[in-house]
């Protein structure tokens, strides 16, 4: 028989990426608190074995991937998996992935590391990934959290070392048929070889989990990569996304997916933005009303159970809850206080090179920019299903930080944290709303008043409400020319009005803090970790970057694209203004600029040739940008972009967006282009709109259809060129984000003569 033909017969039954359908009432794969040792918590099923932790191989043939990551439509399953296929030369078609518990084997170090500021008393010690504090942090809490495009750097050498061992393994039991060598076998395509010799997974995997893996493991010369090539619609993809048929039959689980037996359906009402508590509400009103199950009071929210969610909605609308207190946040004195932080709050130092301040006594160019705050807007709004029955919670929930999820819920239902279990669900979308754990609290807490199986979904305005919002930043930025140099920088700073946004966040994710006390904790205190990004990427002999830290009663958060976001709108929109205060083209300008960074200059180069730059002359409505991050571990990506915009009677139209990119070794081509184009379309909704104001606590807008997000008719036509590199692999899910806004503010200006230096960018109308 051949080879092809046996591997086709082999039956392929790949597991759910995420928890199965509810039988019985349980779920098929549940995170369980673990032992606090850093052995293997994946459990093989009947005629499987466990290589490492990291993957099984079954007597079928079918390769199990354990995935420590929340799915949230970036492809994180299939990248890791691909990881895995290549190096242990799996049969893609023979691949599944699985959902693996918080353990200290799958701890997220690079982020843990990155984020030390957050969690650590001594920073300094733990903000490196080789660091042992970071790394004893992450592994003894089980810190898998999914955010800032860490899973390569976290993932991929541990699951690469796990797929060599077992591919060994797996070449050692047949040698040992064989009579060979088992260096000599070859492992492809989900079969082992030797000269005419050839054994499937299957038929060896039990055989070789009696064997001792190889110490070191015996790596490939090249792990996973793709070239940058131009896809072929008409060519199958070599490793198609995973979860892609799930989603297009409808069988892919998210959150509001879960059905138990005896659930009920709960909706909720919050306190206004600020520290107003639940006073009164029109109880009466919903006396014998069909389908009621219970009202839920707490001190800042008022929540409805009935057997449909549409009922504890209607049932909301008739108590008409209202909160007093405190007056509610006003989003517009919030803009006041970081306005006038300017020259009146003490900046702190986050980055400091040469003497800027010294030589902007007087500067060439001044320019202040604002960004308002900005709402998630993710498809699927907060979500989250509990069981809390004999003293047992159970808990179905898309988290980007499970373990401290389940730790808050335990707190919330007054149980040992032995006694939740966590079943993870796919998020509908996150944008790092997922990192908010309140739903999970409130979830928990209705649950156990109820008596009965809950679920519990936000509506769309207490999303934009509850979930703390982009922080809006006032930047005020200054330039010092080198005398007749044609307009080359000799000194540059950044000065960033706005709260301690990331401090803020640790507070209430690792402290477990409600979002004022969280605030009252990080007042008046420098944040690097938000001003992040704003070390501008030329080649500036003085720059200096502070923080003007404004406490302003407004919770904040991180969102997609983080502190590079705003960072890279005011850089690039400066550089422009630069430029034309100097007489120069702004790409030949930025070329001048970017000294001893030839990759950098390489992809400013693609990006133009793709897109016709013609000089970025008026009336053309051209505009450049480009952006460049840095991620704790060495890997760096860069892009740049070309937009093409103008205005019209209905306002921003955006045509094209030419972008060329640097995010070293491609994994997964397509992937990569598919997060690339999203976070482009990403950052042209951050500059037409998703911003809110709150007025009185309360967002406006509140619907998705007002919040100025293009739809498919506005999404502009979109060329995206990969530069070839075997550099460290970097995440490609921020960089459009950050690039496309201030390529677009650009372009509006060849387009019409006039600045916006403000997100979204007509907020401050024409």
């Known amino acids: 028989m051949d080879w092809r033909e046996k591997l086709s017969d082999l039956p392929v039954t790949r597991r759910q990426l995420v928890a199965g359908a509810a039988v019985g009432g349980g779920l098929a794969v549940a995170w369980w608190l673990w032992p606090r040792h850093y052995g293997s918590p994946l459990t093989p099923g009947r005629g499987e074995r466990d290589f490492g932790g990291w993957l099984t191989i079954g007597t079928d043939g079918v390769v199990t991937v354990a995935v420590p990551q929340l799915e949230m439509g970036q492809g994180v399953t299939t990248l890791l998996a691909q990881v895995v296929a290549v190096e242990l030369g799996a049969d893609w078609r023979q691949v599944g992935v699985e959902p693996v518990p918080p353990a200290g084997l799958y701890a997220n170090v690079p982020l843990a590391a990155e984020w030390a500021e957050m969690w650590s008393k001594l920073p300094s010690l733990a903000d490196e990934p080789g660091s042992l504090l970071a790394e004893n942090f992450a592994r003894g809490n089980r810190f898998i959290a999914t955010a800032r495009g860490t899973s390569l750097a976290a993932f991929e050498l541990p699951m690469r070392e796990a797929a060599a061992s077992a591919r060994a393994m797996l070449a050692m039991a047949a040698a040992e048929r064989w009579d060979a060598e088992w260096e000599e076998c070859e492992v492809e395509g989900g079969l082992v070889r030797y000269n005419e010799n050839t054994a499937s997974f299957g038929e060896l995997v039990l055989e070789a989990a009696e064997f001792d893996p190889p110490d070191p493991a015996p790596l490939r010369v090249e792990p996973a990569t793709e070239a940058p090539a131009e896809i072929d619609p008409d060519t199958p993809l070599a490793f198609p996304r995973l979860d892609l048929p799930a989603k297009v039959d409808g069988s892919f689980l998210f959150a509001g997916d879960i059905r138990l037996p005896g659930l009920v359906y709960a909706s909720i009402r919050h306190a206004p933005t600020g520290s107003q508590e639940l006073s009164r509400f029109a109880e009466d009103t919903v006396a ?12 800042r929210y008022l929540a409805a159970v009935g057997e449909s969610w549409w009922i504890a909605e209607q049932a909301l609308k008739r108590l008409a809850p209202v909160f007093s207190g405190p007056p509610p946040v006003e989003s517009a004195e919030a803009e006041v206080l970081l306005d006038e932080a300017i020259g009146t709050v003490e900046p702190e130092a986050i980055a400091s ?10 500067p060439d160019l001044e320019a202040r920019y604002s960004i308002a705050p900005a709402v998630h807007a993710s498809i699927e709004t907060a979500t989250a299903t509990a069981r809390l029955e004999d003293g047992k919670l159970e808990l179905w929930i898309a988290s980007q930080a499970p373990e401290l999820t389940r730790r808050a819920a335990a707190k919330a239902a007054g149980i040992s944290e032995r006694d939740v279990v966590l079943y993870p669900t796919a998020a509908g979308g996150s944008f790092d709303a997922r990192l908010d754990k309140r739903h999970a609290i409130e979830v928990v807490q209705i649950a ?17 409400q509850a979930v703390p919002p982009r922080t809006p930043v006032v930047a005020e930025l200054a330039a010092a020319f080198q005398p007749a140099t044609g307009g080359r920088i000799v000194a540059w700073r950044t000065q960033l009005a706005m709260p301690a946004t990331m401090r ?3 507070h209430r994710l690792f402290d477990n803090l409600v979002p004022e006390a969280a605030m009252r904790r990080a007042a008046g205190q420098a944040d690097a970790l938000a001003c992040r990004g704003a070390v501008p990427p030329y080649g500036i002999a003085n720059i200096a970057v502070e923080h003007l830290p404004v406490r302003i009663d407004l919770p904040t958060g991180p969102m997609r694209g983080n502190s590079a976001a705003y960072a890279a709108f005011f850089t690039e929109c400066f550089m422009d203004e630069l430029a034309e205060k100097a007489g120069r083209d702004p790409l030949l300008y930025r070329m001048d600029m970017l000294g001893q960074s030839p990759r950098m200059a390489d992809v400013l180069r693609r990006a133009t040739q793709i897109a016709n730059w013609d000089g970025g002359r008026r009336g053309t409505g051209q505009g450049l940008a480009m952006a460049r991050m840095d991620a704790i571990g060495g890997a760096t990506g860069r892009i740049a972009c070309v937009a093409q915009a103008a205005l019209g009677e209905g306002g921003l139209r955006v045509t ?17 282009r598919q997060q690339i184009e999203g976070g482009l379309l990403f950052g042209l909704s951050l500059a037409t709109g998703s911003s809110v104001n709150f007025f009185e606590g309360k967002p406006s807008p509140n619907r998705l ?15 995206v060129a990969f530069v070839p590199s075997d550099a460290e ?4 899910g921020e960089l459009g984000t950050a690039v496309a806004a201030p390529a677009i503010a650009n372009a509006l200006y060849s387009a019409t003569g006039m600045r916006f230096r403000r997100l979204p960018l007509l907020s401050e109308g024409l």
């Open 353 to 362: 090179i040469g003497d800027a301040n010294g030589l902007l006594a007087k």
């Open 504 to 506: 803020e966040t640790g």
């Open 448 to 464: 156990k008043a109820i008596g009965r199986p809950v679920q519990l979904m936000w509506p769309r305005v207490q999303e934009f």
């Open 729 to 732: 692999p970097f995440d490609p």
């Open 705 to 719: 259809v007002a919040l100025g997000l293009p739809t498919l008719a506005d999404s502009p036509e979109i060329e």
């Open 288 to 299: 014998g009303m069909r389908g009621l199950v219970g009202v839920v009071r707490s001190k």
């Open 656 to 672: 094209r967006l030419h972008a060329a990119v640097d995010i070293g070794r491609i994994v997964n081509l397509d992937i990569a």
